[in-house]
């Protein structure tokens, strides 16, 4: 079936450090891939997404690129902050309506 | 848009009840998902509907769980006859029908079996 594996964490960096946290996914054609953070207290909010490969997906300073041969979707930020220590989960659809398929979460913390 | 809410936030309960959680989406949505998450684990799907219509179920979706969205607006899902094993953090999430429409996903309800 179709799946999403992530990096091991948890992780630590000091603020300011480059961060990247691996996402591979296993399944059969060409999902959409996102990836979704949990602030402490708070709800899953998607934080980038893209839909074919090639695409790169941005959204407050990270990054993610759609590799179709490496069937990989790594989340990249130049310059991590205190503020985005979170949960990461990557994840990945078929189509509009059906499940979301999710990584088991990657702890981020950024320390001053 | 007041974001999907979730009723109750914690629920503690002694193996063999029943419970039952609330989720109010975002009321533009037509589409509303439940998934559960486990500790150190991504959020599991156990459902979605459009509308009042029930679509897909998971395989996790034991006959002791049940889902109902009537009149497509808020949903309900029941466990009956708990399990420790049922504890967990129930997430639902609500989107619009459109292609990659984004989940909006609201805080949870804990759910402890004794």
């Known amino acids: 079936g179709d799946s999403v594996t992530q990096m091991e964490g948890p992780v630590t960096l000091s603020e300011e450090a480059c961060l990247t946290i691996?996402?591979?996914?296993?399944?059969?054609?060409?999902?959409?891939l996102f990836w979704y953070v949990q602030y402490p207290g708070e709800g899953l909010q998607l934080l980038l997404k893209?839909?074919?490969?090639?695409d790169k997906g941005s959204n407050k300073g990270f990054e993610a690129t759609y590799r179709k041969e490496t069937t990989s979707f790594h989340l990249e930020k130049g310059s991590v902050q205190v503020s985005d220590s979170a949960v990461y989960f990557c994840a990945l659809r078929f189509k509009q309506g059906s499940r979301l398929t999710f990584g088991e979460g990657t702890q981020l913390t950024v320390n001053p | 848009d007041t974001g999907v809410s979730q009723d109750p936030r914690h629920k503690i309960t002694k193996r063999g009840q029943n419970v039952t959680f609330r989720c109010d989406p975002i009321?533009?949505?037509?589409?509303l998902y439940w998934y559960r998450q486990t500790l150190g684990q991504g959020p599991e799907f156990l459902t979605y509907?459009?509308?009042?219509?029930?679509?897909?179920k998971s395989r996790l979706l034991s006959d002791r769980f049940s889902a109902e969205r009537p009149k497509g607006s808020f949903s309900t899902l029941e466990i009956q006859r708990t399990e420790q094993g049922d504890s967990a953090m129930y997430l639902c999430?609500?989107?619009?029908?459109?292609?990659?429409?984004?989940?909006?996903f609201g805080n949870g309800t804990r759910l402890t079996v004794t």
């Open positions: 893209a839909t074919k490969a090639d």
């Open positions: 509907f459009q509308n009042e219509a029930q679509l897909e």
């Open positions: 999430a609500s989107s619009f029908r459109r292609v990659n429409s984004p989940l909006h």
């Open positions: 691996n996402c591979t996914y296993t399944a059969t054609g060409y999902p959409s």
């Open positions: 009321s533009e949505h037509n589409r």
